[in-house]
C-alpha cells in the first residue's frame, strides 16, 4: 500500500498562488505521481502528472500550473497560479505506472491521498 501525504490547501484570492505537496516513501518512488482534483456536483478531473523527465497537463491549467519535484526528497509540489474561481475543488495526489496515453484517466491509477481544499474566491 502506498501512503500519500499532501499539505494543507487554502482560500486564495482570483490571481494569487498556492503550492500543493504530495510526500510518499522511499519505497514508492518508482510510481508516477499526478494531480486530479473534483468540484462540487463535477465528475473527478485531471489536472497534472509526472513520468520521469515527461510532464502533462489538463487544457484549462495549462500554463499556470507546474508539478515539479524536490531532487533528492519524495516529495512533489504542484505550483499553481493565477487562481481562478474555476479551480475550487478538492485536489487529489495520485501514484501509480499509467501509460502516457491514459495518465489523465481516473483508474490508470492506484493509489490516491487524502484530498485536500483548494478554494479561490475573493
Known amino acids: 500500500q502506498v501512503e500519500l501525504v499532501e499539505s494543507e490547501g487554502g482560500l486564495v484570492q482570483p490571481g494569487g498562488s498556492l503550492r500543493l505537496s504530495c510526500a510518499f516513501s522511499?519505497?514508492?518512488?518508482?510510481?508516477?505521481i499526478g494531480w486530479f482534483r473534483q468540484a462540487p456536483g463535477r465528475e473527478r478531473e485531471f489536472v497534472a502528472a509526472?513520468?520521469?523527465?515527461?510532464?502533462t497537463y489538463a487544457d484549462s491549467v495549462k500554463g499556470r500550473f507546474t508539478i515539479f519535484r524536490n531532487i533528492g526528497k519524495n516529495t512533489r509540489y504542484l505550483q499553481m497560479n493565477n487562481l481562478k474561481p474555476q479551480d475550487t475543488a478538492i485536489y487529489y495526489c495520485?501514484?501509480?505506472?499509467?501509460?502516457?496515453?491514459?495518465?489523465?484517466?481516473?483508474?490508470?491509477?492506484?493509489?490516491w491521498g487524502q484530498g485536500t481544499q483548494v478554494t479561490v474566491s475573493s
Open positions: 495520485v501514484a501509480g505506472q499509467p501509460t502516457f496515453a491514459t495518465m489523465n484517466k481516473t483508474d490508470a491509477w492506484d493509489y
Open positions: 509526472e513520468s520521469g523527465l515527461l510532464t
Open positions: 522511499e519505497a514508492d518512488r518508482r510510481y508516477d
